[in-house]
């Protein structure tokens, strides 16, 4: 089982261009999420998706936009990267919450980004 | 504002040992508390989680121990080994969840 799978893996910018991120799940889960992490900070998370057609701002989504393509596929673009987003990033995908349960998070194995 | 405070940033603990981790939140709200477990180059896996009705949870020689009216919840892991070397996030959700900060745990021989 592949999970939640991201590209690049590693990713070098320079200031001022764009990227973006994929990501896809194979899980069949209806929630998406996109985090930073970065040193003394733990997760923070940029952007959720709770379901196929609807994205939500987190706690640290300047700078960034994200795509819900379909249920499978969530991305992240950087328009114009700043060396403030040199950070690693993780797509995760969750289905839904249980009662008695919770909401158990998969993450994907995060995207390296640098930009110079 | 940090709504999940995690305590220590890093822990050095002897293979055998107790490992700590503490984690305190403000949101009463909050209705699902799980820890997940990262290991380097890799993404976090949950580890163990627990429900506010409940004061502690064990699976194996990872204990969650919650209190409720403190709004303080802590990990201990038991005869810490070297493979527990890891970093541990505490977090805490209603719909979504809001991290902690981050624990570096080293286990020596």
């Known amino acids: 089982n592949a999970g939640v799978t991201q590209t690049p893996k590693f990713q070098v910018l320079k200031t001022g261009q764009s990227m973006t991120l994929q990501c896809a799940q194979d899980?069949?889960?209806?929630?998406m999420y996109w985090y930073r992490q970065d040193p003394g900070m733990g997760l923070r998370l940029i952007y959720y998706?709770?379901?196929?057609?609807?994205?939500d701002k987190g706690e640290v989504p300047n700078g960034y936009n994200v795509s819900r393509l379909n249920k499978r596929e969530f991305s992240l673009r950087l328009e114009s990267a700043a060396p403030s987003q040199t950070s690693v990033y993780f797509c995760?995908?969750?289905?839904?919450?249980?009662?008695?349960?919770?909401?158990?998070?998969?993450f994907g194995e995060g995207s390296w980004l640098t930009v110079v | 504002q940090q709504q999940v405070k995690q305590s220590p940033q890093s822990l050095i603990v002897q293979k055998g040992g107790i490992s700590i981790i503490n984690c305190a939140y403000e949101?009463?709200?909050?209705?699902?508390f799980p820890w997940y477990q990262q290991f380097p180059g890799k993404g976090p896996a949950l580890l163990i989680a627990?429900?506010?009705?409940?004061s502690e949870k064990k699976e194996g020689r990872f204990t969650i121990s919650f209190n409720k009216s403190a709004k303080q919840f802590s990990l201990h892991i038991m005869d810490s080994q070297p493979g527990d070397s890891a970093t541990y996030f505490c977090?805490?959700?209603?719909?979504?969840?809001?991290f902690g900060t981050g624990t570096r745990l080293q286990v020596f021989p």
């Open positions: 627990i429900r506010p009705d409940v």
């Open positions: 899980m069949n889960h209806n929630s």
């Open positions: 995760a995908s969750s289905g839904v919450f249980e009662t008695g349960v919770g909401n158990t998070i998969y």
């Open positions: 977090a805490a959700s209603t719909d979504k969840l809001i």
């Open positions: 949101n009463t709200a909050f209705d699902y």
């Open positions: 998706s709770a379901s196929e057609g609807t994205t």
